[in-house]
């Protein structure tokens, strides 16, 4: 699947999601110049072995904001959650970046530069410096769903612990239904028969590009680190993204207020 990349794959023609090993470095260096999401296997980036049974001895006295299992946001102690996710409670903590601060000495970027070439955009001096936003954690139980939705920003996602499935596609401006309901992303329905999956289990890694639409279902109780980046200002005015980005820029500063 990986030389189909090779020949230059866009991501309308993208029919399946490549698996790539860590030790190809040509492979990988294809999808990522291509910008079609693609998983790694074997780059061992979580040589601490950080897990939910760490965090509950480490962070357990955290206050993180959470999905509680009436589906309503709350608040609630790291450990007192991960006890309750224990008893088979259904919780989703979602892009938490504090507590994802706090892990970042556990992680190296190193990897991800050099699949980037050491690029750092001007987006990204705002996404890392001014919003404070690098690391993300994920943490959900099993039966959890979300919605089908996508980012300015792209994506490295480090699955640490548990199974989940990512369902995948992208879509033109036109094709987006919900082009405005909510003021940070883009929502669009589902659409099973146009999407692609995968499941990422530990150890893999997942390279998610800006402006792909994805949901994932939890197959287990799946932690998950996102190194969260921007791409190159060139990425954002290819002519299938750039109606995309220059909408987000006029429309979405509305939304927010």
């Known amino acids: 699947m990986v030389s189909a990349a090779r020949r230059a794959i866009t991501p309308t023609r993208l029919t399946q999601i ?37 965090l509950n001895a ?82 959900s139980t099993p039966g959890c769903k979300m919605s089908n939705h996508a980012h300015i920003n792209s994506t490295f996602v480090i699955q640490l612990e548990g199974e989940k499935t990512w369902h995948l596609d992208f879509r033109q401006l036109k094709d987006i239904e919900h082009k405005d309901l909510y003021p940070y992303d883009f929502l669009a329905e589902k659409r099973p028969d146009q999407e692609m999956c995968i499941t990422m289990r530990p150890g893999d890694v997942l390279y998610l590009p800006a402006y792909w639409f994805h949901y994932t279902d939890t197959d287990s109780v799946s932690l998950s680190m996102h190194y969260i980046f921007a791409e190159s200002m060139f990425y954002y005015f290819r002519k299938k993204i750039f109606p995309l980005f220059v909408y987000e820029l006029v429309r979405r500063p509305l939304g927010m207020l």
């Open 18 to 54: 490549p698996y790539v090993s860590a030790n190809d470095e040509a492979g990988i260096e294809s999808c990522f110049e291509a910008k079609i999401p693609f998983v790694i296997h074997g780059a061992q980036l979580n040589p601490h072995a950080v897990s939910c049974r760490q």
């Open 58 to 139: 480490d962070y357990g006295d955290l206050t993180v904001s959470c999905f509680n299992p009436d589906y309503e946001s709350d608040r609630i102690n790291l450990g007192e959650m991960l006890e309750r996710i224990k008893k088979g409670e259904k919780f989703r903590l979602r892009a938490d970046v504090e507590l994802g601060r706090r892990l970042e000495r556990f992680f190296s970027i190193e990897f991800f530069q050099k699949i980037r070439r050491y690029k750092r955009s001007v987006m990204d001096m705002i996404l890392h410096t001014f919003a404070g936003k690098k690391w993300a954690v994920f943490l």
